[in-house]
């Protein structure tokens, strides 16, 4: 496992310098060490990678003032959404397969407080057959077998997840 991207937001004022499909806006009043923060408000920020294999591993540091967030991870360069883990008004994160899919595994309710920096790991192995693991501050509150691969309209849905986004949502997940 190799890393394919990584971004602290110090060294430029625009989302747009290394993410794809670039909505959102860097954040100098909030941060957790140096110049800014990408802030997904009402923006949806991507990022395709060159990928090989099934599993993705996702870590970003996380300041959450509201339930809401939605990370996807999509195949195909971005154009299919595969599975989604959504920050829940609970305090808990779901893991939802994407294609109106149920929710395959919620953490605990209050896994997640607002107003304080965290730092989130998010392991998914893609398929009928797949994996979840999250962790929070390196503890692990999900560990599930999940369903993470929607075939509804995806041509080739065994393709390797290449595509991380972020983004806000308002609503049930799964729904």
């Known amino acids: 496992m190799s890393l394919l991207f990584c971004d602290s937001f110090d060294h430029h004022d625009n989302a747009a310098n290394k993410w794809t499909l670039q909505n959102g806006t860097i954040d100098t009043s909030l941060k957790r060490t140096g110049r800014g923060s990408l802030r997904v408000s009402t923006s949806t920020c991507k990022k395709s990678l060159t990928v090989s294999g099934q599993t ?4 970003f540091a996380m300041y959450a003032t509201d339930w809401g967030l939605r990370l996807t991870l999509s195949n ?4 299919y959404d595969q599975c989604y883990v959504y920050l829940v008004g ?3 994160f779901s893991v939802v397969r994407s294609d109106g899919g149920s929710v395959q595994g919620t953490s605990a309710a209050a896994s997640v407080p607002l107003n304080t920096w ?6 998914i192995l893609h398929g009928h057959s797949g ?12 560990d599930i077998s999940a369903d993470t691969q929607s075939d509804f309209g995806v041509p ?14 308002s609503g049930t997940p799964g729904t």
Not at 76 to 79: A, H, N, P, T, V
Not at 131 to 142: E, M, R, W
Not at 156 to 169: K, N
């Open 56 to 59: 993705t591993v996702v870590g």
């Open 76 to 79: 195909d360069s971005g154009q």
């Open 90 to 92: 609970t305090g808990a």
């Open 118 to 123: 965290l730092y989130v790991e998010v392991k």
């Open 131 to 142: 994996h979840a693991t999250i962790k929070v501050d390196g503890n692990t509150i999900l």
């Open 156 to 169: 080739t849905p065994t393709l390797p997840l290449d595509t991380i986004g972020f983004s806000q949502y």
